[in-house]
């Protein structure tokens, strides 16, 4: 059984043709990859990279603007196996998740963050872009005329208005490895140098023996909820659907909104979401 799932982010979708469509593409480039014999890290990798791509969505080009009207990207990638590599508030590169694979491939470390990990990724000669779209830049302006003064709380009840946030893919391959990558702009009008859940181990991503989780929504509920973590760790007994729908009721009486995607080792999937909307697709094959 070999399969992937993905998501487009989670929130209140403006454009869900462009959703639908982008989700669809990415999926079935992932899964092409796992046909053809591939791991499930390339599937996943793939994927990502097909959203990071199309400014449709919160992540690499087309990315939500911080503040000071920069793009600040997080990603990660985990293996079922253990390995994990993530950036924080990387700036100026096309493929965030690419260098989040790098820094678990190459170095000794978790993540990486700021200007050092865009020193990292020219080590690498990864490609460099400017990810900020007209778009983004008139939505920043929006934000900062509705939310007067700027507060953190004002900007957090607005946030519903403007974007979802995140990409994400997990799969299982032939050899029944699972993998899992995410990767996001982050929130429209953050602080400089705010990281997300995206980079963090066991919040937006997470991949066992059992199963891989990635989480999209308001990080900082996210993280410390640590759902992806305990969402797979459900996994070792429940089907995924089960498993996220039990981490979606607990941030619902939380008042903390995020939508989850998981696969597990027999190549079950599941999704759910507590916000208005959440893009995703998949497929499954024997």
């Known amino acids: 059984m070999v399969g992937i799932i993905v998501h487009g982010g989670a929130g209140k979708i403006r454009n869900e043709e462009a959703h639908q469509k982008g989700t669809k593409l990415a999926a079935q480039e992932g899964y092409k990859v796992l046909k053809e014999g591939g791991n499930a ?45 993530a950036v924080g508030a990387i700036k100026n590169v096309r493929h965030p998740v690419d260098i989040a694979r790098k820094v678990m491939e190459e170095t000794d470390h978790i993540l990486l963050v700021g200007e050092e990990a865009g020193r990292f990724a020219r080590l690498f000669d990864f490609e460099t872009c400017n990810p900020i779209t007209p778009e983004m830049e ?20 607005l946030l519903p208005l403007y974007e979802p946030g995140t990409v994400g893919a997990c799969a299982v391959d032939r050899n029944s490895e699972i993998a899992v990558a995410t990767s996001t702009g982050g929130i429209l009008g953050k602080l400089p140098g705010r990281v997300g859940d995206s980079a963090i181990i066991g919040a937006g991503t997470f991949a066992s023996k059992w199963g891989g989780v990635s989480v999209t929504g308001y990080g900082e509920g996210i993280i410390k909820l640590g759902v992806a973590w305990r969402t797979t760790e459900l996994m070792k007994k429940r089907k ?4 996220i729908r039990q981490l979606i009721e607990e941030g619902r009486k939380q008042n903390t909104y995020f939508g989850v995607i998981g696969i597990d080792k027999y190549g079950n999937v599941g999704f759910d979401y507590n916000t208005e909307s959440m893009s995703y697709a998949y497929i499954i094959k024997q």
Request: charged share 30%; glycine share 12%; hydrophobic share 40%.
């Open 240 to 243: 995924p659907d089960e498993a």
């Open 41 to 85: 890290l390339d599937a996943v990798i793939t994927a990502v990279k097909i959203m990071e791509d199309d400014p449709t969505f919160n992540a690499g080009i087309g990315s939500a603007l911080n503040l000071l009207g920069e793009v600040e990207m997080d990603a990660s990638v985990m293996l079922g196996s253990g390995g994990f590599g």
């Open 138 to 157: 008139k939505r920043l302006q929006v934000l900062k005329e509705k939310g007067e003064s700027m507060h953190l709380k004002k900007i957090r009840k």
